[in-house]
């Protein structure tokens, strides 16, 4: 990083001596947003989620990268994807989707993950935007009834 960053600064000088006077601030521009993106990815890196720990009493932890573990739930918005499930966790520093399968996952903990998202309570408004106030609505009927 700190390689592709002073060969940005040398590119830039070189432009300004070069009197290339609007591609050098450009190129400047360019190696502070590579900087910051960096370092703002380093900042966060602790915090991301690396593990879903399943428990027998059926809560679910999550395993941060720092070692770290959080207790997290289930958002109504998760959906069933055939065989696949798309799993929105909501802990303290935010949401994280999780998408679990045959392919990853034990079947035993995938089947207790499929029974425990359908036992849950699906509302229109965890997966429609705004629908919750449409839902005050009176239903028209339809048409073609």
Known sequence: MWLFLAAQLLHALELALAGQWLAAPAVLGIAAACAWLWRRAGRDSTT?????????????????VAGEVEEVTLHPASLRLGRWLLLLFAMRRGRFRVLLGPDNLEAAQLAGLQRRLGAMECRPEAVLYGSERRAGRAARPSPHA
């Open 48 to 64: 991301t989620p690396r593990r879903l720990l399943l428990t027998a009493d059926g809560r679910m932890h999550v395993l941060t």
